[in-house]
C-alpha cells in the first residue's frame, strides 16, 4: 500500500493542480475535504485536471490581456487636439520671426553611421519592449494560477472503489478480481490512507504463498528433510 500520496483538496488553487500534475504521473487523484481531515470525496482524472488548467492559461486569455494592457497605456489624448503652439513675437512684441541667431556649425554624418544608429536604437526599443510583455505574462499567469478550481466544472467520479484498512490480504485480492479493479483507496472511518494496486496485491499474495512452502535447500546437495522418499518410503 502507497501511504505517501498525492491528492487534491477541496478549495485548491490552479497552483496547486499544476504542481500536481508535475510532481506525479497518476492517470488520476483522489479528492479530498481538506488537507486535515482527508476525507474522500472522488477521484479526478488526470486529463482532466490538465484540460482545465489548459484553458485557464489559454494562448487566447493571455492575448487578450496583453491587448489590454496596450489599450490601456495608449495616450487618451490624440495629436490633433494637441494645444496649438504659442505665436513668435519679434522684438517690439508684435508677431514676427525669432532673432537671428548664428548657425550652429554642421557635422557631417555618413549615411552608414546614421543607418547603424538607427538600427541600434529600434534593437533597443524592440528589447524594451519585449521585457515589458514578459513582465506583464509572468505577472498574469501569477493571477491565474491563484484563482480558485472551478471543481463544479469537473467530472468527478464519486464513488471510487474502498477498501477498509483492516481488511486481509485475500480479501482484497478477491475483490479485485471479482469486480475487475486496478486500484482502490484505504480508508478508515472514511479518512484516506493509502492507495493499493492489482500489481501490489500479486506480488504480496505471490510472496506469502512462497514464504509460506518454499523450504531451505540443504548444504550437501542432499535430500532436503520433509521431501519424499524417492524409493516411496516416507521420510
Known sequence: M??????????????????????????????????????????IRRKHLAKLLSEQLSTEKRFQYLLSQSEANSPTQPESHLPPAPELLGEDGAPGTPEEKP?????????????????????????????DVRHLVEDWECQQLQEPVRLEELPIDPAPYRLLEKETLYQCY????????????????????????????????????????????PHNGGQREGDPDPNGASA
Do not use: H
Not at 104 to 131: F, I, Y
Not at 175 to 203: C, D, I, M
Open 103 to 131: 548657425e550652429a556649425p554642421k557635422v557631417s554624418v555618413e549615411p552608414g553611421d546614421w543607418e547603424t544608429s538607427k538600427e541600434e536604437e529600434r534593437g533597443t526599443q524592440l528589447s524594451v519592449k519585449m521585457k
Open 2 to 43: 502507497v501511504t505517501d500520496l498525492k491528492y487534491l483538496p477541496r478549495g485548491c488553487r490552479f497552483k496547486d493542480v499544476r504542481g500536481l500534475l508535475k510532481a506525479s504521473s497518476l492517470k488520476q487523484f483522489p479528492l479530498v475535504d481538506s488537507q486535515e481531515s482527508r476525507i474522500l470525496l472522488g477521484s
Open 174 to 217: 478477491d475483490l479485485f478480481n471479482l469486480l475487475g479493479l486496478r486500484t482502490a483507496y484505504v480508508t478508515n472511518v472514511g479518512r484516506l490512507v493509502g492507495v493499493v494496486s492489482l500489481r501490489e496485491l500479486k506480488a504480496a499474495v505471490e510472496g506469502s504463498v512462497k514464504g509460506t512452502f518454499v523450504r531451505r535447500r
